[in-house]
């Protein structure tokens, strides 16, 4: 059950109020937030809403298996239309959507529900269901089924195992806890292929994927200082072996691995000139109080940030341009 009943029936009494919803992903999307999306669109079906699901980026291949991944849209037509209620997932800020313009731009009055896990969260949104001891996003969807009494289907229970693998990195970064397992244990009841799951999530590279990943490999440096192992990737690097960001994915987790460094840091040039940085621990250490100096945010053991600029990288020191 909840921990904030209050929250819970409030965004019930949204949903059923609201004739015309709108589910936001963040962009470059994850299995977290799409398998939160469309667990969540499923369920809003049933009520015989209007329900569209919209994500600012393509889906990357390897999660095109969900069910409906179909559904989700990158047409910004649809903040020209009538909605009522618009719910964001897994999104620490608003800007991570991609979306915060086309919001302004939105048809007047409508009801914004944020729900996530991040502790940086700053709580945007008219109802904000945060709860940072989650393990994903998916677990609060889940919990908020739990606390509908929703009897789930087989492609909810698959969307919901997809966010839950997703952030816990296959049942092994620190994210996992008892509940997590047990909900994975229920959802695995409710007819979601964990054994497919785990085998799309954990090969969904290719040769030049692993290539790439070759590269950011030989790169890793360590800043005794600070205690820091960091790499880069660059969009020469995404050229040169035909590949996109998203072959970048899980990286930063494969890095905790290493014997080295308290902190993991992850440097990726983006096509639309933004950097992209990746923090991961597996110590003490709060990386997301890292991540909110460069105005980024996460969780205590995961956290990334965006900048502006391109990377250069010159007599073994990089640097932001």
């Given at each position: 059950?909840?921990?904030?009943q209050?929250?819970s029936q409030?965004?019930l009494q949204e949903?059923?109020q609201?004739e015309?919803?709108l589910?936001?992903?963040?962009q470059?999307p994850?299995?977290?937030?799409?398998?939160?999306?469309l667990?969540?669109?499923k369920y809003?079906?049933?009520?015989g809403?209007n329900?569209h699901?919209?994500c600012?980026?393509l889906?990357?291949?390897?999660l095109?298996?969900?069910?409906?991944?179909h559904?989700?849209?990158?047409d910004?037509l649809l903040f020209t239309k009538?909605?009522?209620?618009?719910?964001?997932?897994?999104c620490a800020?608003?800007e991570?959507?991609?979306?915060q313009?086309?919001?302004?731009?939105?048809?007047?009055?409508?009801?914004?529900?944020n729900?996530d896990?991040?502790?940086?969260?700053p709580?945007?949104?008219?109802i904000?269901?945060?709860?940072s001891e989650?393990?994903?996003?998916?677990e609060?969807?889940y919990?908020?089924?739990?606390d509908?009494?929703?009897?789930?289907?087989q492609d909810m229970?698959?969307n919901?195992?997809?966010g839950?693998?997703?952030?816990?990195g296959?049942?092994?970064?620190p994210?996992?806890?008892?509940?997590?397992l047990?909900?994975?244990?229920?959802?695995?009841?409710?007819?979601?292929n964990?054994h497919?799951?785990?085998?799309?999530?954990?090969?969904?590279?290719?040769?030049?994927?692993?290539?790439?990943?070759?590269?950011?490999l030989?790169?890793?440096e360590?800043?005794?200082?600070n205690?820091?192992?960091?790499?880069?990737?660059?969009?020469n690097?995404f050229?040169e072996t035909?590949?996109?960001?998203?072959a970048?994915?899980?990286i930063a987790?494969f890095?905790h691995?290493?014997?080295?460094?308290?902190?993991?840091?992850?440097l990726?040039e983006?096509n639309?000139?933004?950097i992209?940085?990746?923090l991961?621990?597996?110590?003490?250490?709060?990386v997301?109080?890292?991540?909110?100096?460069?105005?980024g945010?996460g969780?205590k053991?995961?956290?990334?940030f965006?900048?502006?600029g391109?990377?250069?990288?010159?007599?073994?020191?990089i640097r932001?341009?």
């Amino acid at each position: 059950m909840l921990n904030h009943q209050h929250l819970s029936q409030a965004i019930l009494q949204e949903i059923k109020q609201a004739e015309n919803i709108l589910i936001i992903s963040h962009q470059r999307p994850d299995g977290d937030t799409l398998g939160s999306n469309l667990a969540l669109r499923k369920y809003l079906s049933t009520f015989g809403k209007n329900v569209h699901s919209f994500c600012d980026s393509l889906l990357p291949d390897y999660l095109t298996f969900l069910p409906d991944s179909h559904l989700v849209k990158q047409d910004h037509l649809l903040f020209t239309k009538k909605f009522d209620l618009v719910i964001i997932v897994d999104c620490a800020t608003l800007e991570l959507t991609g979306a915060q313009h086309l919001l302004t731009a939105l048809p007047q009055p409508y009801r914004l529900i944020n729900i996530d896990h991040h502790n940086s969260n700053p709580k945007y949104a008219d109802i904000n269901l945060v709860l940072s001891e989650a393990c994903s996003t998916a677990e609060i969807i889940y919990r908020l089924f739990a606390d509908w009494e929703v009897l789930l289907d087989q492609d909810m229970a698959t969307n919901l195992a997809c966010g839950l693998i997703t952030d816990t990195g296959g049942f092994k970064n620190p994210a996992t806890s008892y509940q997590s397992l047990n909900i994975a244990a229920n959802l695995l009841n409710q007819g979601a292929n964990l054994h497919q799951l785990l085998k799309i999530s954990n090969r969904s590279k290719n040769i030049d994927n692993l290539i790439l990943w070759g590269r950011a490999l030989e790169r890793l440096e360590k800043i005794e200082k600070n205690n820091i192992v960091f790499t880069f990737l660059t969009q020469n690097d995404f050229l040169e072996t035909n590949t996109d960001e998203s072959a970048i994915e899980g990286i930063a987790n494969f890095l905790h691995i290493l014997k080295e460094g308290k902190i993991i840091l992850v440097l990726v040039e983006t096509n639309d000139n933004m950097i992209k940085g990746s923090l991961r621990t597996t110590s003490e250490i709060d990386v997301s109080e890292i991540a909110k100096m460069f105005g980024g945010g996460g969780h205590k053991k995961a956290a990334g940030f965006s900048l502006p600029g391109k990377l250069d990288y010159v007599k073994n020191r990089i640097r932001v341009i």
